[in-house]
């Protein structure tokens, strides 16, 4: 996602697309609370822009410090 963010999981689907989980971490909000991360890429690594989100890419704030270890389909 960008900055210090940290992928932490990955899971191919069977169609060959590839899904990449982790932490984004929010230094700058007033709790500094860390959010899970989650994208999808092509077969061909391409961002999957039909993956719901925003443009392949979703963002989930979590009750304090969190981060995303694993991922099943």
């Not at 899904?19 to 092509?42: M, S």
Request: avoid cysteine.
């Amino acid at each position: 996602m960008g900055g210090d963010d940290v992928a932490s999981a990955l899971l191919i689907q069977p169609n060959g697309n590839i899904v990449v989980g982790g932490t984004r971490f929010i230094l700058d909000d007033e709790f500094n609370l860390d959010q899970f991360a989650l994208a999808r890429y092509t077969n061909t690594g391409k961002l999957d822009k039909n993956f719901f989100g925003d443009g392949g890419k979703v963002i989930s704030r979590m009750a304090g410090d969190s981060t995303l270890y694993s991922i099943a389909q």
